[in-house]
């Protein structure tokens, strides 16, 4: 690493730099990023917003607009979510039950060939905004917190990213939904006042949460059971990201929790990794349902 260099490749490096220069992992984050593309930070930070008003305006189309996806398997249901949040008491918490609905309804606009942010990917669209935007907003905090959240969690992407992988087709769900949720974590521990250690600790525990999950999207499509998972992906997020706060530490490093990822990601068979060929794709109605999408 170059002398005074903001580059990191792994969470152990990342720290280092952090607690070295007194700095948040966004700062760090922000900074690398003026390193490597030679833009300005208000350059930087400008592009991010862009991003952050597309999550927002995702999470108010499937709120406010009538949306079917491509394959017709979901549509709605985020709808259904945020309905009875305004005339029930949710089992899981208003919180919650928001971040639920506004995960879903991203993974829906994605789905009906929305704009999205793939946060890193469009099949884990939903679970970075759900998250980051619910709590910036129940907790009154500005759009630069939210940005600085956002920031936090690419730092992990780009971990997560270097040393295993976020696509399903490689490494199975669980590193797909797991790397957003994982996202999601560091990022809400930050945006609400944790340190870098925290936000790392709840990275890890958010990855260690989902460690195994198969993709097996019905007909190859991104619609079944992805948008689920978006929901337990912020659930996932969200928790952990309580525990790390309340100072409840990964026993494994995340560096480590990240190499075990991969591996197991590695060992899933074929039929597994987003082949639509195993899992509820294989089921009897998984198939019924992909003749009827294609004929």
Known sequence: MLVNSMNFTNGEELLRLCEKNNKTIYEVCIEREMEISGKSKEEILNRMRESLEIMKNA??????????????????????????????????????????????????????????????????????????????????????????????????????????????????????????????????????????????????????????????????????PCQKRNAIGVANALISAEMALAGVESIVPFDEVVEAMYKVGKTLPMELRETALGGVAATCTGCNLTKKIFG
């Open 59 to 224: 999470i108010k189309k499937s709120l406010t607009e009538d949306i079917k996806s491509v394959g017709g398997l979901i549509g709605g249901e985020a709808k259904k979510i945020r309905n009875r949040l305004a005339s029930e008491r949710p089992v899981c918490g208003y919180l919650m039950s928001k971040a639920i609905s506004a995960a879903m309804g991203v993974l829906e606009v994605n789905a009906s060939m929305g704009l999205i942010v793939a946060a890193p990917t469009a099949g884990s669209c939903g679970i970075l905004p759900g998250a980051i935007i619910t709590v910036g907003e129940e907790y009154g905090l500005s759009d630069e917190d939210m940005l600085n959240a956002i920031f936090t969690g690419s730092a992990i992407g780009i971990i997560i990213t270097r040393n295993a992988t976020v696509a399903g087709a490689e490494g199975g769900c669980q590193a797909e939904t797991g790397a957003a949720a994982a996202m999601a974590a560091a990022g809400v521990v930050e945006m609400m006042g944790g340190t870098p250690r925290q936000a790392i600790h709840a990275a890890a525990t958010t990855l260690k949460n989902i460690m195994g999950l198969i993709c097996d999207p019905i007909a190859g499509l991104v619609e079944a």
